[in-house]
């Protein structure tokens, strides 16, 4: 199973950016599938989740009101739509993708399988 992100770059404060990440070797059908992120210096820390039905999103407290997760099974692939972001949103950003077909939560322990990062840089 390989997850491939991809999206990032540099971005001005204020502006935005789409991540997407990619499948291979496993349906997204029906699994929970979230996107992490690790800033310089910090802890890796939750950003966003999408059940499996699509139809539930949860979002971390920075980012809520401004990040859209989304999901299309029938591309096994899953978005990141991030819009006016500060320079606090820096960082090294993770999909993963849960092997379970049942919403487990949103700690990285629920999650089985992850992408290799797409670099996020926010100009002030």
């Known amino acids: 199973v390989q997850l491939q992100a991809s999206g990032g770059g540099l971005v001005q404060a204020g502006g935005s950016l789409r991540l997407s990440c990619a499948v291979s070797?496993?349906?997204?059908?029906?699994?929970?599938m979230g996107w992490f992120r690790q800033a310089p210096g910090k802890e890796r820390e939750f950003v966003a989740v999408?059940?499996?039905?699509?139809?539930?999103?949860f979002y971390a407290d920075s980012v809520k009101g401004r990040f859209a997760i989304s999901r299309d099974d029938a591309k096994n692939s899953m978005y990141l739509q991030m819009n006016s972001l500060n320079p606090e949103d820096t960082a090294v950003y993770y999909c993963?993708?849960?092997?379970?077909?049942?919403?487990?939560?949103?700690?990285?322990?629920?999650?089985?399988?992850w992408g290799q990062g797409t670099q996020v840089t926010v100009s002030s």
């Open positions: 999408i059940t499996g039905s699509g139809r539930s999103t």
């Open positions: 070797g496993l349906t997204i059908s029906r699994r929970p």
């Open positions: 993963a993708l849960d092997w379970n077909q049942y919403y487990s939560g949103n700690a990285e322990r629920e999650f089985h399988y």
